[in-house]
């Protein structure tokens, strides 16, 4: 089945240390999003590629980063995670404007 | 002011019972509308797109004034099975097509 994938689905990480979550999809869609969830709250966007053109959101802070090497993975990067960075982090993608499709998540853990 | 607000509920109804959510949003650049499901620690589902003339699909009725800048979800014969949080989501295409997403409204359907 098409489906957007997320690895890993749980990851657990130390004050400070990078950590990188994954993603990719089979519905060949040239767009993909990166979201962070909090407990409770809405679904926040990081940045897109709509393409390989990066979008960032102005108020995403620069510990977070994104790789996009090729139509079907997207990588997030925190360069030094802190505590409030613990969250669900989602990926999504679509074609062009139309429906997004998201990816299961991965909650991430910072001890 | 946030751009989608939503009653976070919860709304707590017996079975077999119709409730309505409402969602009002402030940017009148939006463009589409949608209502996603989310499940405890899932990711966020598309439930309906919502248009100007209402959409129907089976026991879920959504409503879109645009004059008003108001979205509503009715669910008729709530099942267990609809327990879940409801999102508000407006898409903002000339932002390149970036989805707000409202915090969610809570239901909890019981027997």
């Known amino acids: 089945d098409a489906m957007v994938i997320q690895n890993p689905r749980y990851q657990v990480t130390q004050f400070g240390k990078p950590v990188t979550l994954s993603c990719s999809q089979t519905?060949?869609?040239?767009?993909m999003y990166w979201y962070q969830q909090k407990s409770s709250q809405a679904p926040k966007l990081l940045f897109h590629?709509?393409?390989?053109?990066?979008?960032n959101e102005a108020d995403t802070p620069d510990n977070f980063q994104s790789r996009r090497p090729n139509t079907s993975f997207c990588f997030l990067d925190i360069r030094s995670p802190g505590l409030g960075d613990a969250a669900m982090y989602l990926c999504a993608t679509s074609r062009g404007p139309e429906t997004q499709y998201f990816g299961p998540g991965t909650r991430l853990l910072v001890l | 002011r946030k751009e989608v607000e939503q009653d976070p509920g919860p709304f707590n109804v017996p079975e077999g019972a119709t409730v309505a959510f409402n969602c009002t949003y402030s940017n009148s650049a939006s463009q589409s509308f949608f209502w996603y499901r989310q499940d405890c620690r899932k990711e966020p589902k598309l439930l309906m797109s919502?248009?100007?003339s209402g959409n129907e699909d089976g026991r879920f009725t959504a409503q879109l004034n645009r004059a008003s800048q108001y979205i509503s979800l009715l669910i008729r014969d709530s099942k267990l099975s609809d327990s879940a949080t409801y999102l508000c989501v407006v898409n903002i295409v000339k932002y390149g097509n970036k989805l707000v997403f409202g915090a969610g409204t809570i239901l909890r359907v019981k027997s």
């Open positions: 919502v248009y100007s």
């Open positions: 519905l060949n869609h040239n767009v």
């Open positions: 590629y709509y393409d390989k053109d990066f979008n």
